[in-house]
């Protein structure tokens, strides 16, 4: 069993910031690559960043120079800054990890996903 549990969304202004967490529990072996998707209201999920388990990033245009994607692998943790928020930010903000359960011995690989945390920002 894998869990991820997302936290540190919530109410903030425009042009505040907040510090989301996702942490992977479970029978897991390795993770590969975290991260971060963003779902607001009548549209459909969208990639926000990503980071490899060697640290390499990528964002989408519409966050970069803004958001900032990390991980402690120790932690089995990603963490997605965000700064100068604007409304078009406001969405349920989902976890997602490419991840190995079992041992060197065997392992099965799969996607899984956060529960998700509600972002909202106030103009």
């Known amino acids: 069993q894998v869990q991820l549990v997302e936290s540190g969304g919530g109410l903030v202004q425009f042009g505040g910031s907040l510090r989301l967490s996702c942490t992977a529990s479970?029978?897991?072996?390795?993770?590969?690559?975290m991260a971060w998707y963003r779902q607001a209201p009548g549209k459909q999920r969208e990639l926000v960043a990503t980071i490899t388990n060697g640290g390499v990033t990528n964002y989408a245009n519409s966050v970069q120079g803004r958001f900032t994607i990390s991980r402690d692998n120790a932690k089995n943790t990603v963490y997605l800054q965000m700064n100068s928020l604007k409304p078009e930010d406001t969405a349920v903000y989902y976890c997602?990890?490419?991840?190995?359960?079992?041992?060197?011995?065997?392992?099965?690989?799969?996607?899984?996903w956060g529960q998700g945390t509600q972002v909202t920002v106030s103009s």
């Open positions: 479970g029978s897991i072996f390795r993770i590969n690559a």
């Open positions: 997602n990890a490419d991840l190995e359960r079992g041992s060197w011995y065997g392992s099965t690989r799969g996607d899984y």
